[in-house]
């Protein structure tokens, strides 16, 4: 017997060693390792294989010895525990022409299970591993290839044969967290009812891991068409539009067809996987490489929930890369809303057979088209399909996060209203590139260009144009937020309602709204910085966007060391680099020039790049907007006491928080501010006196960086003090909030022409529409019965804290137009603070230092 054994496992080795001559393995999940608590290397170790499979069972064995744990060909031994192996089979296959794999009590598990029941003192530990053959994405070459995928569930020898021949070198290998026997032993049951149990948790977590890797079983196209059209909801629509178009029932059901055939998917995971091989090449031509950070809590979710994934938009490679990285990291490709534009020949079918399903830009005035594509959402959430929207609907040309649009966020609340067994888990996911691709199609439509009809050829038509280094491309996952716990805080008593597909309660609509925004302020949350964000912050706030190069390396230095004082969330990830390995890094895109001289170099901006930096300069705003609005408190003041800044703070941080989605609430902004003052004071950036804090020499480098800070928050500051003074011009009651916000970008670009402004957003009508609503929101704002916007004297005192915190020439500029020709303002009522205003602006020409 023990030659036999021997025999056994030299053979064994061999095969193990002769396989993975070609076989090539990635572990994705949660590989147990000794050291750690999750698993006792006291307790014996079983590994459990969903399928009879000798391929599966040698990968199995190869990563156990990698990873330094017992391996599954090796005996197991324990108190009446004595196995010649170390592992058993969930299913046994039957059938000879056709096999089938059939449920079974593995003989070693029922062993196992009496020896746990018997002896009080013994545990096993049952991990189950899954190995999934071609499912593993790397630099493939034949598509022919696809042809032989390996199916998960059934199969042959000959099929597996060919998987391990032409997918070996893609293997993914799934471990899952050790399972006690003992713990379920415990419970009291008998024998069989202990052995039906663990079968059964076993058969769920491998059905779970299936569908987060895999997916839900997927319908054929022309059932899942036939399908939604025959469903109550759309037939009802039909009806509807019978009646209320005088057309046919035939005609009206052939249109409700033909809006199913434009809008649902055709998933194909051949076409996936062709477009793995695509993408693959695609990414190592143009980028450098793709950082991921924080998937681990995604997968977990992805076990037993329905995932939304909700992106920020700065590039048409967004989706790609996205579905490119969760298909990387073993997880289902999701359904993806893509515009009705890209829906062109040859492009709109393979994106189809990717997971786009393709949505009209409006509804209005077509029910049976709104109720058809209500229906399919609700399809793919019920069933429990990954999808992905962008909830700011269109690329960002500014880089900032916009304004959420909120259609499919109602779309998706209203179907979960309708039913929600399956559980939602909302994944916001912040994308960011250190140079985006469309960055000359940006630049022109940021200088004032008509926006071109977007197209998904632009990416291979830049590429073929620039044929350059795009650097690094970064995804973070950030804090998931479980829908049904979000409802629970807004509307507790959700539950308890009772919905269908038309009904739209109160509350919907207030509650949609918030989820945008949360989704919004959690991507934010989520950012990615990198080398280019903080050169361009560092450079458009120097007056002339030049530095020495070691300046500049100093306050990269310091601005980094910021970041990490005072961590905006624990989901940001910062550049891991000095000052002068950033510059070099930007230099080497082509982001900035370098003049010489006897003096050094200098490091600057020329006009293009100037532009394009405020698109990556914006991706970071949020983050240092804090420590900016403090800064800026002292740019005409020597010192402040700790209570005028906290209540200056709160006096703007409303509006900075609505314009740049900061994540925190009214309430907590004292914490903050008070974080801050003491990283600021840590950094030599303010002196503390007690509660007085007093800005550095004005000859110091300190100083120097304490301005260069202060400017990134000026501009918004600019244009809260355009829109109340010009509201004031007006007078109360004399101009409503389109004609104000109309002026007011007028205004803005009358400064950038006069003062060189080089963010083509700071004239951004949408930016003042904004400011406005929030001065309504906040009441400093009223209307009246003529929508005619009114006001009191607090918004003179407004006026008067954005003007006390800007440069005396803007200043100057916005007082030509809003007071005359003198440029002066009548003095705001209920202020106490212009002489001391006064003085500073006499002192502010001997005091000012020009950055250099």
């Given amino acids: 017997m023990d030659i036999t054994v021997s025999i056994s496992r030299y053979l064994f080795n061999m095969l193990r060693r002769l396989m993975f001559l070609w076989v090539k393995t990635s572990v994705q999940g949660s590989l147990p390792k000794l050291p750690d608590n999750e698993i006792d290397a006291r307790k014996p170790i079983i590994y459990v294989l969903q399928n009879r499979s000798l391929s599966d069972l040698l990968v199995l064995d190869s990563e156990c010895l990698k990873a330094g744990l017992p391996r599954p060909y090796a005996p197991l031994k324990g108190q009446d525990i004595d196995e010649t192996h170390a592992y058993f089979f969930l299913t046994k296959p039957e059938g000879v022409i056709v096999r089938r794999e059939k449920m079974h009590n593995a003989p070693r598990l029922q062993r196992l299970a009496r020896a746990v029941s018997n002896n009080d003192g013994t545990d096993v530990q049952i991990v189950p591993v899954s190995v999934f053959w071609g499912r593993q994405p790397d630099k493939e070459q034949s598509a022919f290839k696809l042809l032989f995928a390996w199916n998960y569930n059934v199969g042959n020898r000959f099929k597996k044969f060919l998987a391990v021949l032409f997918h070996g070198r893609q293997t993914l290998v799934h471990f899952n967290a050790p399972m006690s026997l003992k713990e379920v032993v415990d419970e009291g049951q008998d024998t069989e009812r202990t052995l039906r149990k663990i079968n059964r948790i076993l058969r769920v977590h491998f059905r779970q891991l299936h569908t987060s890797v895999n997916g839900p079983d997927l319908s054929h196209r022309r059932t899942l068409v036939g399908s939604l059209i025959e469903s109550d909801v759309v037939r009802r629509a039909i009806d509807k539009e019978v009646e209320e178009q005088g057309i046919t029932h035939e005609k009206a059901y052939l249109r409700a067809k033909k809006y199913a055939n434009e809008i649902v998917s055709d998933y194909s995971h051949p076409v996936v996987r062709f477009m793995d091989i695509l993408l693959t090449w695609f990414w190592n031509k143009i980028y450098n490489g793709v950082e991921v950070n924080h998937i681990e809590p995604v997968r977990d979710l992805a076990k037993d929930h329905e995932i939304v994934y909700l992106p920020c938009h700065r590039s048409h490679i967004d989706y790609l890369l996205l579905s490119y990285v969760l298909y990387y990291r073993g997880l289902q490709v999701p359904h993806i809303a893509a515009g009705i534009n890209l829906n062109m020949p040859i492009v709109g079918s393979i ?301 703007f941080y409303p509006f900075l928080k609505a314009e740049l989605f900061l994540r925190w609430e009214i309430s907590e902004l004292e914490e903050v501010v008070d974080q801050w003052l003491s990283a600021l004071v840590e950094v030599d950036l303010l002196i503390q006196d007690g509660y007085v804090y007093i800005r550095p020499d004005s000859s110091t480098s300190e100083f120097v960086t304490m301005t260069n800070l202060s400017r990134a928050i000026q501009q918004p500051l600019e244009r809260y003090f355009v829109v109340v003074s010009l509201l004031l011009r007006n007078g109360s009651g004399h101009v409503d909030a389109v004609e104000l916000e109309k002026q007011s970008q007028e205004m803005a670009q009358r400064l950038s022409m006069l003062h060189g402004q080089n963010a083509p957003e700071f004239f951004d009508k949408t930016l003042f529409r904004c400011f406005i609503g929030e001065l309504q929101a906040s009441r400093l704002v009223g209307t009246d019965d003529n929508d005619m916007l009114t006001f009191a004297g607090d918004i003179r005192v407004m006026a008067e804290d954005s003007r006390r915190l800007l440069p005396s020439e803007i200043r100057h500029s916005i007082g030509q137009v809003t007071w005359g020709t003198t440029g002066s303002e009548p003095v705001p009522e209920a202020s106490t603070q212009n002489d001391e205003l006064e003085k500073t602006e006499k002192s502010e020409e001997k005091e000012k230092v020009e950055t250099p």
């Fill in 351 to 651: 994106l189809r057979r990717g997971g786009a399903f393709f949505i009209r830009r409006s509804f209005k005035g077509n029910p049976l088209y709104s109720t058809v594509f209500h229906e399919y959402l609700h399809t793919l959430f019920t069933r429990g399909f990954p999808t992905e929207f962008f909830v700011e609907g269109g690329r960002s040309r500014t880089g900032r996060t916009l304004k959420p649009k909120t259609g499919m966020l109602s779309i998706m609340l209203r179907s979960y209203l309708r039913s929600h067994s399956k559980p939602i888990a909302l994944v916001p996911v912040y994308i960011g590139y250190e140079k985006v691709l469309e960055a000359s199609t940006y630049m022109g439509e940021l200088r004032g260009a008509k926006k071109k009809k977007e197209s998904p050829l632009d990416i291979f038509r830049t590429v073929a144009a620039l044929k350059e280094d795009f650097g690094n491309a970064f995804v973070n996952f950030g804090e998931p937020m479980k829908l049904g716990e979000f409802l629970d805080n807004e509307q507790p008593d959700w539950r308890e309602q009772e919905y269908d597909e038309e009904f739209r309660p109160e509350w919907l609509r207030q509650t949609t709204d918030n989820l945008g925004i949360e989704m919004a302020k959690r991507i934010n949350r989520a950012s990615a910085v990198n080398s280019v964000n903080m050169v361009g912050m560092a450079l458009l706030n120097t007056p002339r966007m030049a530095l020495g190069e070691e300046e500049l390396a100093l306050l990269l230095n310091a601005m980094n060391t910021l970041v990490s004082r005072v961590p905006y969330s624990s989901h940001v990830t910062r550049v891991e680099l000095d000052g002068q390995a950033m510059i070099k890094q930007v230099e080497a895109l082509n982001m900035v020039e370098r003049r010489s001289d006897s003096l050094g170099d200098i490091i600057c901006l020329d006009e293009r790049n100037t532009v394009l930096m405020t698109y990556y300069r914006n991706n970071i705003l949020h983050l240092l907007a804090i420590p900016s609005m403090i800064c800026r408190l002292f740019s005409n003041c020597y010192e402040l006491e700790r209570n005028e800044i906290l209540t200056k703070c709160q006096t």
